[in-house]
């Protein structure tokens, strides 16, 4: 990819596509979840350009969880200075709590951006708080000089996720894009974008960034990190998402990035009962030259555990 000016149309419109399905909100057990499965003569950089639209949904606009005492969360660290996980205890001030053990500063339970960690989350994940050069990026976006960590942690509590196949190839297609398509994205999704740490690949880290790059069996053996609540789950292709296990961050909206080239696309456009009225998600607007957006929905059931190897279950779509 040489460098590129002005972002094209079919980034934009996939842009939108991610924007759009971020807002979705999260299906609890018994509610049914959207899937949406796009079509595309190629995948490249699309799952980025989606992961871009969703990014760029308002930090604001995600719903933090209440702060409640003996109860693990994860959030921003006023005293290690990165996202950790934590407990609180009421301060002497009304509404504002204290890290256990404490820190520098109590906290706004109203402002304060923190997730609850499932039952089972492992104890003591370690992490790494965002490079210098990130940090002063982050502090020069337009009024965040003093507040970049909330925004920050608000972005980390409610991630996006790619699922699929190659890492390696999927982290070089977001440096690629960043280096030579940088006037692609705006400047905060550019910053959220930027963060270079490899612990965006590795499942323990889950809620300590703003993007996840996550293989399908990630969720194997991981209830705690199928109960997590990303914002958007991208899925590079029908084949990874049959491969995941269907409890894996099923209560979240997935977009599946299709090629109708490959026969496992053909077969789940065969077997799927897609739903007829999709203008919600292609925005009205006339999709790129050979993309096709159908939706279907993913009922959220308990999660029963793992399955043993002896204990095949058949998926019915």
């Not at 308002?58 to 934590?86: C, F, P």
């Not at 703003?210 to 990303?230: C, H, I, K, Y």
């Amino acid at each position: 990819m040489s460098e590129v000016g002005a972002r094209p149309e079919w980034a934009t419109w996939f842009q939108k596509l991610g924007a759009i399905s971020a807002y979705r909100p999260f299906a609890q057990v018994g509610e049914n979840a959207p899937r949406i499965v796009v079509s595309s003569p190629t995948g490249q950089f699309v799952a980025w350009m989606i992961a871009a639209g969703a990014l760029g949904v308002d930090a604001d606009l995600v719903q933090s969880d209440i702060i409640e005492e003996h109860t693990n969360y994860a959030t921003w660290h006023s005293g290690k200075k990165r996202m950790a996980d934590t407990q609180f205890t009421p301060a002497r001030q009304k509404d504002y709590f204290s890290f256990v053990p404490p820190a520098t500063s109590a906290i706004s339970g109203a402002i304060h951006p923190v997730r609850r960690l499932p039952d089972g989350t492992p104890p003591d994940r370690g992490g790494a708080p965002p490079r210098q050069n990130l940090r002063d990026r982050l502090r020069h976006l337009p009024g965040l000089q003093h507040s970049w960590h909330t925004w920050w942690a608000r972005h980390c509590i409610s991630p996006v996720v790619i699922v699929g196949d190659g890492r390696d190839y999927l982290q070089g297609q977001r440096k690629e894009l960043l280096e030579k398509a940088p006037d692609w994205f705006s400047d905060q999704t550019r910053s959220l974008l930027s963060e270079e740490s490899g612990q965006t690949c590795t499942p323990e880290r889950m809620y300590f960034h703003p993007f996840m790059v996550l293989s399908p069996e990630s969720g194997d053996n991981r209830q705690w990190l199928r109960a997590t609540r990303p914002r958007l789950v991208i899925v590079t292709s029908w084949t990874a998402y049959k491969r995941k296990h269907p409890s894996f961050f099923a209560g979240s909206p997935h977009v599946i990035i299709t090629n109708r080239r490959v026969p496992s696309s053909l077969d789940a456009a065969s077997t799927l009962q897609f739903d007829q009225n999709v203008s919600e998600w292609d925005q009205g607007v006339q999709p790129p030259p050979g993309v096709h957006v159908r939706v279907f929905s993913q009922g959220v059931t308990v999660d029963h555990g793992d399955s043993s190897d002896d204990d095949e279950s058949e998926w019915e779509l």
